[in-house]
């Protein structure tokens, strides 16, 4: 059953405890489909994602966590990690030019791969954490990425061992402004 979009919004959480039932490759293809389907600059779909199932890469990636990131267990208890990677060089650019402020856009798209994988794995009864405090040239080893790709998060996912209350959130009106800030 698909719940609404603003209900998954509100029941997703940051899972960091999992339980040890494999994930079904069904699952985890819808999963990788919701990227798919995820906007990017220009649809320039600039993501390459490694699927990580291996213990032993588990581990090697692991030790790029600092033991202090409360992430650092979920990397190996996971039944997957996604590595959300990008092409560098390809969004944000018109022929071969940077075209934004801000330079290579690859973060604005990743993040948007990151929330369709979080959404859509809660939407599938699964849990999700986006990791993004680690040694990215160690998992980019680890990985054995090439190097226009680079590692920009990682995801675990599985079954919750635990679910947490929500977080507060900000009033609506604690960040909007109308017509100018």
Known sequence: ????????????????NYTDQAV????????????????SWANTQCW????????????QIQQAVPASNPAFKSIVNAPVV?????KKGTSGYYKDVITTKFGDWFMFDLG??????????????????I????EHDKVNAALKLPENVENVALIPLGYAAKVPKAPKRKAISEFTHYDAF
């Open 131 to 134: 990791v993004g405090l680690y």
């Open 82 to 86: 996604l590595a959300l990677c990008a």
């Open 48 to 59: 390459e994602i490694v699927v990580v199932k291996a213990l032993d890469v588990k581990k």
């Open 1 to 16: 059953m698909t719940e609404s979009i603003m209900t998954i919004l509100k029941e997703r959480r940051s899972i960091r």
């Open 24 to 39: 079904p490759e069904d699952v985890l293809a819808a999963i990788l489909e919701s990227v798919q389907w995820t906007p």
């Open 112 to 129: 948007l791969a990151a929330q369709s994988i979080c959404l859509a794995a809660h939407d599938k009864g699964l849990g999700t954490l």
